[in-house]
T-cell receptor
Framework: EAGVVQSPRYKIIEKKQPVAFWCNPI?????LYWYRQNLGQGPELLIR????????DSQLPKDRFSAERLKGVDSTLKIQPAELGDSAVYLCASSGTGIAKNIQYFGAGTRLSVL | GQNIDQPTEMTATEGAIVQINCTYQ??????LFWYQQHAGEAPTFLSYNVLDGLEEKGRFSSFLSRSKGYSYLLLKELQMKDSASYLCAVRSHVGNTPLVFGKGTRLSVIA
């Protein structure tokens, strides 16, 4: 079974440019999370989806960040415009239902460098 | 507020045992998780505790005391490949709610 797939793995952009990240969760997982991980820190939640509905986006900087999960499967996270402080690893995770619903599975992340 | 504390770095010798501690203060509690993260890779699930006591899984064990807000991850028979960051995370509420992570403990296994 494939895990959580993210692309690209790395992205280098200049400040004020837009950038987008893509995530494909584990098949059948209804819940999808976007986390941001700064160097030497643990992941911090940006947004959580239940199917196509964003149910927790209180930590998402809405002036420049947006996300969507139109068909309740894949998701994209966008930053426009990017700032220097946005340099971090953006992790996507998913979790399912039933006995395994407690466990979040992570993708390898997209490492963003804003110059 | 939410606060999860764990040591920043630890060093241990190959073949030895190491215990990584985690203390937490959260608004609610519905499970504590340990993840392993090698540099540049995804966090990988190791263990989950929701009731007090010890959960053993091969070389790795995890302990929870809810009354003390305390957990530890025990790694036995350390191998060089165990060098990684170990993340302690708490879920505050029931359901697929987000995890609150500590900053992680970077473990270095030396020969």
């Amino acid at each position: 079974e494939a895990g959580v797939v993210q692309s690209p793995r790395y992205k280098i952009i200049e400040k004020k440019q837009p950038v987008a990240f893509w995530c494909n969760p584990i098949s059948g997982h209804n819940t999808l999370y976007w986390y941001r991980q700064n160097l030497g820190q643990g992941p911090e939640l940006l947004i959580r989806y239940e199917n196509e509905e964003a149910v927790d986006d209180s930590q998402l900087p809405k002036d420049r960040f947006s996300a969507e999960r139109l068909k309740g499967v894949d998701s994209t996270l966008k930053i426009q415009p990017a700032e220097l402080g946005d340099s971090a690893v953006y992790l996507c995770a998913s979790s399912g239902t039933g006995i395994a619903k407690n466990i979040q599975y992570f993708g390898a992340g997209t490492r963003l460098s804003v110059l | 507020g939410q606060n999860i504390d764990q040591p920043t770095e630890m060093t241990a010798t190959e073949g030895a045992i190491v215990q990584i501690n985690c203390t937490y203060q959260t608004s609610g509690f519905n499970g504590l998780f340990w993840y392993q993260q090698h540099a540049g890779e995804a966090p990988t699930f190791l263990s989950y505790n929701v009731l007090d006591g010890l959960e053993e899984k091969g070389r790795f064990s995890s302990f929870l005391s809810r009354s003390k807000g305390y957990s530890y991850l025990l790694l036995k028979e350390l191998q060089m490949k165990d060098s990684a960051s170990y993340l302690c995370a708490v879920r505050s509420h029931v359901g697929n709610t987000p995890l609150v992570f500590g900053k992680g403990t970077r473990l270095s296994v030396i020969a």
